[in-house]
């Protein structure tokens, strides 16, 4: 059959197509649903840039270099590559052969199932580490032998961190979605995603403990989970992807590491974030959160609702994308744990229970902010709209103001009552939360209470079994608010 294809010649450079890198094919007949209709599209194009240092490779564009329907529709890989034989390529899914012929290395990597978005793969001299563990894929690490930063321990650190946070997710989200995991260390200076792969830049592939490093690695390991194994349908649910992954990495610094303080800094630093508040001594390499000089730059929560997605990024706000999808779309997700929590005991065995159901409902499909909200629905039990309105349509922060103090109490069953009120400011009427008040006593356990704040001020009047040392409101930053 005679197929027709618009553009005969197709020879600007991928990176100055990325907006358009469309080809149209006119079929010569109608192909009926079903029909099975085999296009077979050759080209060429110089994918691969080396590095001026000549020590490495880097991948001109990791996604776009391979063809794919516009529809984005599952599809398996099936994957070929021939490269001189010092070399060696990771890639997504099963490496089903690898030979020599000729100088030439010739592997091929195989997804087994069809998997939604791209492939990409990476190209290097490398030190290939592989690991099995029980109850985890096979997980096989591409180091780069040229890397000058390994001092002794670096590269167990990474996989230590690959491994726990497997761990993690499959304990939250449930079955990790692919084969096996391949993680390769690459030149660019950012981390991405695919089925069955992760490309992890350099500067954090084998770096020691520094809190942003294992969030880094973490959150492109769960990436596998959200945006991988479940694809967001639009930009508006891009917060799915990115603000779960990052909630997903602190909750492997939380659960995995058992790193307490760091996950209460982490909350901190994006809730500062989100309200515009520089916090002094954060960034790359420190902390957690941005650095001042970006904060300076963004409105914050001001610039716009967690849905709209990537239009958060203007020229007078170049990072509130970043800002507000990644660190508030992870606390809005962290606030839903919160109110699912058994706040006493730390069970949080309905969230999980809601992020294993939300997962195996999508995963190997696509998955938006509405089905998000009817799962949330289902596992409250209640509507959620009002959460969903304030959080993730809305840009507003309550400023609270308590103003609470113990008494003792004569004749009653408990012998202390905590009372006062509590004062709401900057949200509309009708904004509403539950904030948790944790209680420590001397010589009892610490109870935790939740006051639902509705209206502009509230009374406060808690019985308590004794007087309590210490009073945490808003404990573990259930709500993302300033306390006055
Ligand atoms: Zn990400």
New binding site residues.
């Given amino acids: 059959e005679q197929l027709h294809y618009v553009q005969a010649t197709h020879d600007r450079r991928f990176s100055e197509d990325l907006h358009d890198p469309w080809l149209t094919v006119l079929l010569p007949r109608p192909v009926a649903a079903g029909e099975r209709f085999v296009l077979e599209i050759a080209y060429e194009a110089e994918l691969i840039e080396r590095l001026r240092d000549a020590s490495g490779y880097l991948l001109k564009d990791t996604g776009l270099w391979i063809p794919r329907h516009p529809d984005n529709r599952r599809r398996r890989f099936d994957l070929t590559f021939r490269v001189p034989e010092r070399f060696r390529i990771s890639s997504g899914g099963a490496l089903l052969d690898e030979r020599v012929e000729d100088d030439t290395r010739i592997m091929r990597w195989v997804t087994n199932r069809p998997v939604r978005g791209t492939m990409s793969f990476h190209m290097g001299r490398f030190e290939v580490d592989e690991v099995t563990r029980e109850g985890l894929p096979p997980i096989a690490v591409y180091a780069d032998r040229n890397h000058v930063g390994f001092a002794p321990g670096n590269r167990e650190k990474t996989l230590e961190d690959l491994i726990g946070s497997l761990r993690t997710y499959i304990d939250y989200f449930g079955p990790y979605p692919f084969d096996s995991l391949a993680v390769t260390e690459t030149r660019s200076s950012g981390?991405?995603?695919f089925p069955g792969l992760v490309l992890l830049t350099f500067h954090v592939f084998g770096a020691l403990h520094t809190g942003e490093s294992e969030l880094f690695r973490a959150?492109?390991v769960?990436?596998q989970w959200?945006?991988a194994g479940a694809d967001w349908e639009s930009y508006r649910d891009q917060w799915i992807?990115?603000g779960f992954?990052?909630y997903s990495a602190a909750l492997y610094v939380l659960s995995g590491l058992g790193e307490e303080d760091q996950f209460r800094d982490m909350l901190d630093a994006w809730r500062l974030d989100a309200l515009g508040e520089v916090n002094v001594g954060q960034g790359f390499g420190k902390r957690y959160g941005f650095v001042p000089a970006v904060v300076r730059e963004s409105d914050g929560n001001e610039s716009g609702a967690l849905v709209v997605g990537f239009r958060l990024r203007t020229t007078d706000t170049p990072f509130d994308y970043r800002l507000i999808v990644?660190e508030k779309g992870a606390f809005v997700l962290h606030m839903l744990r919160m109110l699912l929590m058994d706040l006493e005991t730390g069970d949080d065995g309905r969230f999980r229970d809601l992020m294993r159901g939300f997962m195996d409902a999508y995963v190997g499909g696509v998955t938006n902010t509405r089905a998000f909200e009817a799962a949330v629905t289902e596992a409250f039990g209640e509507p959620m709209d009002w959460f969903f309105d304030q959080w993730v349509y809305g840009v507003d922060v309550p400023t609270y103001r308590p103003d609470l103090e113990v008494s003792p109490l004569r004749d009653a069953r408990e012998p202390f009552v905590l009372h006062g009120r509590v004062r709401q400011e900057d949200v509309p009427p009708g904004f509403r939360s539950s904030v948790p008040i944790r209680l420590e006593f001397r010589d009892r356990d610490p109870i935790v209470r939740r006051i639902l704040i509705d209206r502009p001020e509230v009374d406060v009047e808690i019985p308590i079994p004794a007087e309590p040392t210490r009073i945490e409101f808003n404990y573990l930053h259930g709500v993302l608010a300033r306390v006055r």
Avoid: K, P
Wanted: glycine content about 14%; aromatic content about 14%.
């Fill in positions: 981390g991405q995603a959150h492109e769960a990436h959200w945006g992807t990115e992954a990052n990644y």
